[in-house]
């Protein structure tokens, strides 16, 4: 391929399938599609389009159009705030916002084709990188939305990077589970699909199990799971603790599955050896958005426990001062910012690369937090373990400067008693040496969310935004202020 206008044109001879609960499109039929989008967005003199749509054909549809007409997409998650989705949309200056017709109000926009609306924006024609194809935008772990721009060439290279990596087990129908806009899913979801000729279920969100930002439905997954059957996945850690222990509990998964890619946080070795005793076929990986996604993969044949597998092809991979540092493929710049300075980016991960190649990750430097014994803890590697246990379904890990680490956390079972989340933290200390234990919990009222500001858009926790949430409680379970017996209506007492 040299390109998306070449893959789009393909798309007339592909035996692809884009499945959905109302049936298949096939792949002329989305060629179709794409290109009346197309004709209809230039007719509108559109060149910067950004799109909130919910999984599904159209998505696609829209995402190929943009590519193979040269104009640039700004995906945004259904999930972002009201103030998330106006910054990004001022930030990219954006002519045009397509929505679908069911969720857009008929007031403030203009039909564009049956299914699909328009908003006319004001664009302030920001300044980005020429060749720049898709700005995506991560909310990051504190502040506003940062866009990524990212051009054609990069995208399919990685993409074809991972249909490589995947070829040995042929998986022929994949189920996109995490939203469009999440560049991981759109790269190997759908370009990464489309160019090994495989199917691509794209069922809507609700379908497949979410309610907003972090609920999840688990029957309503796997019955996802079991109606699609599909052959690959692409997971969050939370995702596949979710299916492990629905499987330990005997619901059975689909047979189907041939690969099962996760990533976005830390996996803890003990999930892994869960999942592969359930016999789900895991593969951890690694990436980053400013390496246009995945850098790392553990793949058939080349499987390290611990490890997030040996960089692909288009990633270099080095360690500067205990800190990951990756060359070759790369974003163009932050939008609004200078291309970055040539050579590797240091991207802000802990770990080393061990003598047969395979990249391990042990924390985020910056989150890096000093006990008042003067040890080194890895939150993430904390927090890891202590998801394991089916008590715990989110989870962040504070100690800095502290003589014990506290954990504020959101229970599977919110009803549980100080006894049970008691032995439920002596099971997972069990395994921790002791400077890295947690000597209290403090109960979350309700789950981290998006929507609440407390997690990123990809499910990562946003620390200091939980820690000042729960700063009186974290300090009662301290001692730095007068506890009270009873607890709050939004604190509970520390466990």
């Known amino acids: 391929m040299s390109g998306f206008a070449d893959l789009l044109d393909s798309l007339l001879h592909m035996p692809t399938r884009v499945l959905t609960a109302d049936g298949a499109v096939d792949a002329p039929a989305l060629h179709a599609r794409a290109l009346a989008i197309a004709d209809a967005l230039q007719a509108r003199g559109a060149r910067v389009v950004a799109s909130r749509l919910d999984n599904g054909p159209d998505w696609l549809a829209l995402d190929l159009a943009l590519r193979a007409r040269g104009l640039v997409h700004v995906p945004l998650p259904t999930f ?6 106006a910054h990004a949309l001022a930030r990219s200056g954006t002519g045009l916002l397509v929505l679908a017709e069911s969720a857009a109000s008929h007031a403030d926009t203009q039909p564009l084709l049956p299914g ?23 909310s990051g772990t504190t502040g506003q939305p940062k866009g990524v721009c990212i051009g054609d060439d990069a995208l399919l290279t990685v993409a074809g990077a991972l249909v490589d990596a995947s070829r040995p087990l042929a998986p022929a129908r994949h189920l996109c ?4 806009s999440t560049l991981l899913e759109n790269i190997s979801g759908l370009y990464g699909a489309l160019l090994s000729g495989a199917d691509i279920a794209v069922p809507p969100l609700a379908e497949i199990g979410y309610s907003g930002a972090a609920g999840l439905d688990v029957p309503r997954l796997l019955a996802c799971l079991h109606r699609y059957a599909p ?48 016999g789900l076929p895991v593969f951890e990986g690694y990436g980053l958005s400013e390496c246009v996604s995945v850098v790392a993969l553990n793949r058939p044949g080349a499987v390290r426990a611990g490890s997030v597998g040996r960089p692909l092809p288009h990633a270099r991979v080095s360690v500067i001062d205990g800190e990951l540092h990756v060359a070759g493929v790369r974003c163009l710049s932050y939008l609004g910012e200078d291309a970055p300075p040539p050579g590797a980016i240091a991207t802000g991960d802990l770990g080393h690369v061990d003598d047969d190649g395979f990249v391990h990750v042990t924390g ?27 008590l715990f379904a989110q989870a962040i890990v504070l100690g800095e400067a502290r003589p014990s680490n506290v954990a504020v956390a959101w229970l599977r079972r919110p009803d549980a008693d100080a006894a049970a989340v008691r032995r439920a933290l002596d099971a997972v200390n069990a395994g921790l040496p002791d ?25 990562r926790p946003r620390r200091d ?10 300090a009662r379970a301290y001692g730095d202020a007068p506890v009270s017996p009873f607890p709050t209506s939004t604190q509970e007492l520390p466990a």
């Open 80 to 85: 972002f705030s009201a103030a998330q989705t």
């Open 177 to 180: 589970l995490m939203p469009l």
């Open 116 to 138: 699909l609306r328009v908003r006319l924006l004001e664009a302030a024609g920001a300044a980005m990188p020429a060749g720049t194809a898709c700005i995506t935008f991560t």
């Open 231 to 278: 052959h690959s996945l692409i997971v969050f850690p939370q995702l596949l603790l979710a299916l492990v222990t629905a499987a330990e509990q005997g619901v059975a998964l689909p047979a189907s599955l041939r690969f099962v890619a996760v990533g976005g946080g830390r996996v803890g070795p003990a999930l892994l050896a869960r999942a592969a005793a359930v």
């Open 364 to 390: 985020r430097r910056k989150h890096m937090f000093i006990t008042a014994f003067g040890r080194n803890v890895s939150p993430e590697w904390v927090e890891s373990e202590l998801l394991q246990h089916p």
């Open 435 to 459: 400077y890295a234990r947690i000597a209290r919990v403090v109960r979350a009222a309700r789950p981290f969310s998006a929507a609440d500001g407390l997690l990123t858009d990809n499910g």
């Open 465 to 474: 935004a939980i820690a000042h949430a729960y700063a009186d409680a974290v």
